[in-house]
């Protein structure tokens, strides 16, 4: 017996399928659960055109190891070729949970979805398993593709690029009725631009957001304040929110959190020649989401920030701390993710040698002095002191965006972001 599986597998191995199927035969005829065997046997009579036989011998596969993967995808296989779509999509939902490294099973499980009607969860998949193929560099075109995978991977392809595109654009339709397609215009390129359908063109080279481009806005790395309504107004209470800031810092800084929420990424952004680099933040909203008692907490402070044109999307903006910098500590050069939002500073407390660099230009803060600026620029921070520094972070709508274009871009911003997670967990 056990030359009789070593022989198979060899001829496996060596490409004479039709051969090893015959040796695998004989195998499952002396060894009915042998994994392996009802697999290949089972495969050979999808093959053949023989389904019934293939699911009976799967279901025995399945029954020997549940936990295998791959009996799961090719039992789905010989379900969804007999028609039973459902069964189908169970099995391959099966193999999908049990293993990543199937992405055909994914790939077919996506199909049956499509077939059921369920087309948005089949888009899901479809994401799902091109980006994961194609980040591999697979699944580019005909040469990356396995032969039999390849018209169900074009056709994949075709679904990721229309969906997307139905998708995004169908959740500007309402704003497009109530307000005409002309003032949306821009908001219809960003898309594009974001849909890969045409390419960015950046007005300064310095600017490159790691997400969402917006075109056809003014650039500079720093904004006159005077664009901002309420920043005069927060500037005037900039005692009051010191005040207010002190008080935390005298009862031990308060609710600060970690800003990075991982060691990975603090290693990744944060340097300090004095130590241990320290970068918290005691937030007033953190990915929108407000913190009441925090807020309560310092009621000037509070009462001045809703004064501003905060840039508020669901679940993902503004964010709004107090940002501490323990002595010594860089935040190293990074990029944010949109030009729709820019970000404004109210520096509070600031030992000497402590800076903003924007797109190359430094800007040294001074306390109770506003500043904004387009984070898109490649942009970096530091305390070289041997004191702590804070600021006020606050993030503002980019001045230059009209009303029914931010409410878009909050829209839009809000469905990918829930688009992605559905992506994620699939």
Same mark, same amino acid.
């Given at each position: ?5 070593e ?7 060596a490409?004479r399928?039709?051969?090893?199927e015959q040796?695998?035969m #004989?195998?499952l005829?002396? @060894?009915?659960?042998?994994?392996q065997a009802?697999?290949?046997? =089972?495969l050979?009579a999808?093959? !053949? +055109?023989h389904?019934?036989?293939a ?6 596969a399945?029954?020997?190891a ?7 995808h090719?039992?789905?296989r010989a379900?969804?070729?007999?028609g039973?779509l459902?069964q ?5 939902? #099966?193999?999908?949970a049990? @293993?990543?490294e199937l992405?055909?099973a994914?790939?077919h499980? =996506?199909?049956?979805?499509?077939k !059921? +009607?369920?087309g948005?969860?089949?888009l899901?998949q479809?994401v799902r398993?091109?980006?994961d193929?194609?980040r591999?560099g697979?699944?580019?075109d005909?040469a990356?593709?396995?032969?039999a995978?390849?018209?169900l991977?074009?056709?994949?392809a075709?679904v990721v690029?229309?969906g997307s595109r139905?998708f995004?654009?169908?959740?500007l339709e309402p704003?497009?009725?109530?307000f005409g397609r002309?003032e949306l +215009? ?5 898309l594009?631009i974001?849909l890969?359908e045409?390419p960015?063109?950046?007005?300064d080279?310095?600017?490159?957001p790691t997400?969402l481009?917006f075109?056809?806005l ?5 904004f006159?304040?005077r664009?901002?309504?309420?920043l005069?107004?927060i500037?005037?209470q900039a005692?009051?929110i010191?005040?207010?800031l002190?008080?935390?810092l005298?009862?031990n +800084?308060g609710s600060?959190?970690v800003v990075f929420?991982?060691a990975?990424l603090?290693?990744?952004n944060l340097?300090?020649?004095r130590g241990?680099?320290?970068?918290t933040g005691?937030?007033?909203?953190r990915?929108?989401e407000r913190?009441?008692a ?5 009621p000037?402070?509070s ?6 044109p905060l840039c508020?999307v669901?679940?993902?903006g503004?964010?709004?701390?107090f940002?501490?910098?323990?002595p010594g ?5 990074h990029?944010?993710v949109t ?7 109210l520096p509070l407390i ?6 903003l660099?924007?797109g190359g230009?430094?800007h ?8 904004v600026f ?5 942009h ?5 002191s ?7 972070i606050f993030d503002l709508w980019?001045?230059?965006l009209?009303?029914?274009?931010r409410?878009a871009?909050?829209?839009l ?7 992605r ?6």
């Amino acid at each position: 017996m056990t030359r009789t599986v070593e022989e198979a597998q060899w001829l496996l191995r060596a490409g004479r399928i039709e051969e090893a199927e015959q040796v695998f035969m #004989r195998v499952l005829d002396e @060894s009915p659960f042998d994994l392996q065997a009802l697999n290949i046997v =089972a495969l050979a009579a999808i093959r !053949l +055109g023989h389904f019934h036989r293939a699911r009976d011998l799967l279901k025995r596969a399945v029954a020997v190891a549940p936990d295998h993967a791959a009996s799961h995808h090719h039992l789905g296989r010989a379900e969804e070729l007999i028609g039973d779509l459902e069964q189908a999509r169970d099995c391959y939902q #099966r193999a999908t949970a049990l @293993s990543a490294e199937l992405p055909a099973a994914r790939l077919h499980l =996506a199909a049956v979805l499509e077939k !059921l +009607g369920q087309g948005h969860a089949a888009l899901v998949q479809f994401v799902r398993v091109m980006g994961d193929q194609q980040r591999q560099g697979r699944w580019l075109d005909p040469a990356t593709t396995p032969p039999a995978l390849e018209p169900l991977v074009a056709h994949a392809a075709q679904v990721v690029r229309n969906g997307s595109r139905a998708f995004h654009f169908g959740l500007l339709e309402p704003l497009v009725v109530e307000f005409g397609r002309s003032e949306l +215009g821009r908001v219809e390129q960003m898309l594009r631009i974001y849909l890969h359908e045409e390419p960015p063109a950046y007005i300064d080279d310095r600017q490159q957001p790691t997400f969402l481009y917006f075109p056809d806005l003014p650039t500079t790395p720093y904004f006159d304040c005077r664009l901002f309504p309420g920043l005069e107004a927060i500037e005037a209470q900039a005692p009051a929110i010191l005040a207010e800031l002190q008080a935390l810092l005298g009862s031990n +800084g308060g609710s600060n959190e970690v800003v990075f929420t991982s060691a990975e990424l603090a290693a990744q952004n944060l340097r300090s020649h004095r130590g241990e680099p320290g970068w918290t933040g005691y937030y007033f909203y953190r990915h929108g989401e407000r913190r009441d008692a925090n807020g309560a907490a310092c009621p000037v402070t509070s009462a001045a920030l809703e004064q501003l044109p905060l840039c508020r999307v669901e679940a993902h903006g503004p964010e709004v701390l107090f940002s501490v910098f323990t002595p010594g500590t860089h935040l190293l050069p990074h990029r944010g993710v949109t030009n729709t939002r820019v970000v404004g500073h109210l520096p509070l407390i600031v030992p000497p040698d402590c800076a903003l660099n924007v797109g190359g230009e430094v800007h040294a803060w001074r306390q109770g002095r506003a500043v904004v600026f387009d984070d898109t620029y490649e942009h970096e921070a530091w305390n070289r002191s041997a004191e702590t520094r804070v600021v006020l972070i606050f993030d503002l709508w980019n001045p230059h965006l009209a009303d029914v274009e931010r409410a878009a871009v909050a829209k839009l911003v809000h469905a990918i972001g829930e688009f992605r997670h559905e992506v994620e967990a699939a």
